[in-house]
């Protein structure tokens, strides 16, 4: 029998309500397949928190949630984890929050989640533990004598070795990641990033096999980047009426971006290139094109985040007052959540999907909106660099998202780009997407995490050819 697998993530469905977000609708769609529990934080606070956890869901997986507090919400979710984190990892050190108290409750409340998995967690079950809301978790269950394999998976880019100094617990960081068996990240770029980090720190080597053991104890380190699953979306894309509702004349040209509201996503740039397109190729007569922009807000009580939504609005509304006509609005903004399946209607009409994030773990929609398109006639995917599915999507136009005349080309080139090439590109990612898929990222690191290292007691090893190890 294959064992238990519980996981902890910071967000879950709740109830019988559809998935919300990339690593919730990958998480949602990997246990629907392996089954198991499901636990992460209640959507309502409350002025004490229970001592155990709540039971919210059964079916093909449980979903368990552990109780917030307002102050959690504001110290420990939206202070340590989104103002000091979130920027760090991002390559945004200038955005760290310093309040004493942010630490404080990060520790606390990793200390008290794993308090209440270590009651969750049985002999042989393996804890897969999501993102970095819970760093110190296994740290915790460690210094309660749990000694089940415990994983981890960063979906965030891993921050750079010069700028995890600007951590206020930078000398707990290493410690936190020794006290799992297998870290897991997105791609080549965060492995070579996190080897950088530890061959700088003069208690860790990294030897022949890629163990990386510290002072605090050994683990292995692999890419492997999540998929998606790839006939469950098409399925979802064929029965979508979202095409439908926006009322484009035929042969108007339609651009999309689905992007949450965030600095690390790049959308003032992305505005601010396609305003540069109209401005030189729609002048020597090329189509006439339309943005539709999709960018549901998040953390609205930061600054940061109220200032990039004004900022965008802005962008916005200046880019349509000098370029819009009576019967034409270039830039259609939409600052709120629209439905999955809407939205991939939306993506199977758009001939460009413009994917242009400053900073990216993976970034699922792009693999998404290839996925949506019909193979007979398909749109082109144009793709920021600095996007983790980079690494996977060749059959991209690969943009600087800084430069902004570049990717005004790129959008020029997608919009006239034949159908043969076209056809290929589509046809190469789209295989890639096949094989890679959601429920190969599962099935990958679950062998990994469950499978021994004789050389480090207790170590999850990483195997050769599904996944690089450190």
Known sequence: MSPRLIVLSNRIPMEDAEPAGGLVFALHDCLSQQGGVWIGSADVPVSTPADSLTTVGTGTYTRKTFDVTEDDQRDFYLGYANSVLWPLFHRRADLIAMEPRYSEAYRSTNAR??????????PGDLLWVHDYHFLPVAREL?????????????????PLAANVP???????????????????????????????????????????????????????????????????FIAQTDASDGADRLRLDPTERLLIGVDRLDYSKGLVNKFRAFAAYLDEHRAANGPRATLLQIAPPSRGA??????????????????????AMIDWTPIRYI????????????????????????????????KEY????????????????????????????????YDEAEMAEAI????????DERRARHAEMLAGLRSHDIGWWARTYMAELSRPDPSVPGLGAAGQGSGTAA
Do not use: K
Not at 178 to 207: K, M
Not at 335 to 360: Q, S
């Open 166 to 232: 600007a951590l206020p617990e930078r000398d707990e960081f290493p410690e936190w990641l020794a006290a799992y068996d297998l870290v897991g990240l997105q791609t080549e770029r965060d492995l070579a990033a996190l080897r950088e980090y530890f061959r700088g720190d003069p208690a860790a080597e990294i030897d022949a096999a890629g163990t990386i053991r510290t002072a605090d104890g050994s683990f292995r380190a692999i890419a492997l980047p999540i998929g998606i699953d790839v006939d469950a």
């Open 113 to 122: 989640v794993a308090a209440l998995i270590a009651r969750e967690l049985q």
């Open 370 to 401: 290839v996925a949506a398109q019909n193979p007979d006639d398909p749109g082109v995917l144009i793709l920021s660099h600095f996007a983790g599915a980079a690494e996977q999507m060749g059959g991209a136009l690969l943009v600087n998202p």
């Open 335 to 366: 600052c709120r959540n629209v439905p999955r399946e809407r939205v991939a209607g939306l993506y199977r009409r758009a001939d460009v999907g413009l994917v242009t994030p400053l900073a990216d773990g993976m970034n699922l929609v792009a």
């Open 142 to 158: 460690r210094r309660r004598g749990i000694d089940n394999r415990i994983g981890y998976f960063l979906h965030t880019p891993f």
């Open 412 to 419: 020029a080139r997608a919009l006239d780009m034949p159908l």
């Open 302 to 323: 930061l600054d940061a985040y109220r200032e990039i939504r004004t900022e965008l609005e802005s962008a916005a509304g200046a880019i349509n007052g000098e370029h």
